[in-house]
């Protein structure tokens, strides 16, 4: 049979920057990835996230592989709050130490990690299902179908899996408690050919529901609608889509209708698997979290349990050190609830409640937010990331 050190099913951000920074310090891996190249680069069904924060846009770099998000992705110094008719500019540098987000479509960062990854020797395998792990504590095993339909296996010394938010390996975790929430909203979002409303986002509050305006581009928007969770897309054709969003917006900027690229439901729900390693099996990313989009926290989540798990294998195979292995669950989750709360607490703030109670507490909350400096540093400061540890900065330095 054949043997890697470190088996990581799933080319998401997760699985494809843990390979990406393991292979750099000589640790042998195998990525299995059931989709295609092409599907993963270019389906619009993987069109996801869009926010990159502070720390994860310097790991990037770090690790080489920021060279075109720096050329073409957007740095924001800022966003919008949209609510009561008026505009609330949130400054990051000022609010957030002189840090900022970078704006660059998840699809564009993993199609640039599977080229780079690949042109320095990694392998993925594309097209092979992972169908289980045997042995996940002591001597894990990946069994695998290859696109003609055989049944093969790999001897891995570690197992990672970052097989997503519908993960089939979250069960081998024995005893793991799976913590779910599920909000009472669903988004809506399309990506149009048109220019953004603002160049920077503006998160909407309207007693009609909440809208988020973004972009992938200066010519590429990506706008979204809170909507019902039981709503469907048929409901919505293209032009009741613009009128609402320009309805929801106020007034406060012009949102201009253009060709639709993509359109699709999300769902709002939470969950955290705890713990997240068995033995020698780890999960990161969306397979161990899930969060709502409106922090724009779950690349960056996987980012950093990725960074958490490889500085972990690095002690364990530069220094014959397994202390961090041992932690990892708990280093992780630090980042996961922080993560979890702020996505809660904007979601529970943006979005607009059946409850009349609840709608006034959120709107007390929004309205000292507007005129409180502190208030709107804690909103920047978890925007950004929180990313500011001597642990970060370690594996920045183990990278350069
Ligand atoms: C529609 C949508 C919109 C989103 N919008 C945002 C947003 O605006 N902001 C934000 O921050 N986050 C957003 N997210 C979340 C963000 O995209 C995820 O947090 C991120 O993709 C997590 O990365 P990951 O590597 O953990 O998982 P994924 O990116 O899901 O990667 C998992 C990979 O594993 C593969 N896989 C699954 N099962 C197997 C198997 N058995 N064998 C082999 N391979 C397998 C999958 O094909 C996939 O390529 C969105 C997600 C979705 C679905």
Redesign the pocket.
């Given at each position: 049979m054949r043997r890697v050190q470190v088996g990581i099913?799933?080319?998401?951000?997760?699985?494809?920057l843990l390979a990406h920074l393991l292979h750099r310090i000589g640790v042998e891996t195998l990525v299995?990835?059931?989709?295609s190249r092409a599907y993963?680069e270019t389906s619009p069904h993987r069109?996801?996230?869009?926010?990159l924060e502070w720390g994860t846009k310097e790991i990037l770099l770090a690790a080489g592989l920021g060279e075109r998000m720096e050329r073409e992705g957007l740095e924001h110094r800022g966003v919008y709050l949209a609510f009561d008719g008026a505009l609330h500019r949130v400054d990051f540098p000022t609010l957030a130490g002189g840090r900022s987000i970078w704006v660059y479509g998840?699809q564009y960062a993993?199609r640039d990690m599977i080229r780079l990854h690949l042109e320095r020797g990694g392998e993925i395998l594309f097209e092979?299902?992972?169908?289980g792990v045997e042995e996940p504590e002591r001597n894990p095993v990946l069994v695998?179908r290859t696109p003609e339909g055989r049944t093969e296996r790999v001897q891995t010394e570690f197992a990672v899996g970052?097989?997503?938010?519908?993960?089939?390996?979250r069960g081998l975790i024995p005893g793991a408690r799976v913590h779910r929430r599920t909000y009472p909203f669903a988004w809506l979002?399309i990506l149009a050919e048109t220019r953004p409303a603002a160049e920077e986002l503006i998160y909407a509050s309207h007693p009609r529901g909440f809208a988020l305006f973004s972009m992938r581009s200066p010519t590429l928007a990506r706008n979204y609608l809170q909507v019902g969770p039981e709503e469907r897309l048929e409901d919505w054709p293209e032009a009741r889509i613009w009128e609402e969003l320009a309805l929801r917006l106020d007034g406060v900027a012009e949102v201009r209708p253009g060709p639709l690229l993509e359109k699709?439901l999300?769902p709002m729900r939470a969950l955290v698997v705890e713990p997240m390693q068995h033995g020698r099996f780890f999960l990161?990313?969306?397979?161990a979290h899930?969060?709502p989009?409106t922090g724009?926290?779950?690349?960056?989540?996987?980012v950093a349990d990725a960074v958490a798990l490889f500085r972990a294998l690095r002690a364990f195979y530069l220094e014959k050190d397994p202390t961090f292995l041992g932690s990892f669950t708990e280093e992780a989750l630090r980042h996961v609830w922080q993560a979890e709360f702020f996505s809660y607490w904007m979601t529970t703030l943006l979005h607009t409640h059946e409850d009349p109670f609840a709608e006034g507490l959120r709107l007390a909350q929004l309205r000292h937010l507007g005129e409180s400096p502190h208030l709107l540093s804690f909103l920047a400061e978890n925007y950004v990331g929180l990313h500011t540890t001597g642990r970060w900065a370690e594996t920045l330095k183990a990278l350069a």
């Amino acid at each position: 049979m054949r043997r890697v050190q470190v088996g990581i099913v799933g080319a998401g951000p997760a699985g494809l920057l843990l390979a990406h920074l393991l292979h750099r310090i000589g640790v042998e891996t195998l990525v299995l990835e059931a989709k295609s190249r092409a599907y993963l680069e270019t389906s619009p069904h993987r069109i996801r996230a869009g926010v990159l924060e502070w720390g994860t846009k310097e790991i990037l770099l770090a690790a080489g592989l920021g060279e075109r998000m720096e050329r073409e992705g957007l740095e924001h110094r800022g966003v919008y709050l949209a609510f009561d008719g008026a505009l609330h500019r949130v400054d990051f540098p000022t609010l957030a130490g002189g840090r900022s987000i970078w704006v660059y479509g998840q699809q564009y960062a993993v199609r640039d990690m599977i080229r780079l990854h690949l042109e320095r020797g990694g392998e993925i395998l594309f097209e092979h299902e992972v169908l289980g792990v045997e042995e996940p504590e002591r001597n894990p095993v990946l069994v695998y179908r290859t696109p003609e339909g055989r049944t093969e296996r790999v001897q891995t010394e570690f197992a990672v899996g970052a097989d997503g938010s519908h993960s089939a390996l979250r069960g081998l975790i024995p005893g793991a408690r799976v913590h779910r929430r599920t909000y009472p909203f669903a988004w809506l979002g399309i990506l149009a050919e048109t220019r953004p409303a603002a160049e920077e986002l503006i998160y909407a509050s309207h007693p009609r529901g909440f809208a988020l305006f973004s972009m992938r581009s200066p010519t590429l928007a990506r706008n979204y609608l809170q909507v019902g969770p039981e709503e469907r897309l048929e409901d919505w054709p293209e032009a009741r889509i613009w009128e609402e969003l320009a309805l929801r917006l106020d007034g406060v900027a012009e949102v201009r209708p253009g060709p639709l690229l993509e359109k699709s439901l999300t769902p709002m729900r939470a969950l955290v698997v705890e713990p997240m390693q068995h033995g020698r099996f780890f999960l990161i990313g969306d397979a161990a979290h899930v969060v709502p989009p409106t922090g724009a926290k779950g690349m960056n989540m996987a980012v950093a349990d990725a960074v958490a798990l490889f500085r972990a294998l690095r002690a364990f195979y530069l220094e014959k050190d397994p202390t961090f292995l041992g932690s990892f669950t708990e280093e992780a989750l630090r980042h996961v609830w922080q993560a979890e709360f702020f996505s809660y607490w904007m979601t529970t703030l943006l979005h607009t409640h059946e409850d009349p109670f609840a709608e006034g507490l959120r709107l007390a909350q929004l309205r000292h937010l507007g005129e409180s400096p502190h208030l709107l540093s804690f909103l920047a400061e978890n925007y950004v990331g929180l990313h500011t540890t001597g642990r970060w900065a370690e594996t920045l330095k183990a990278l350069a």
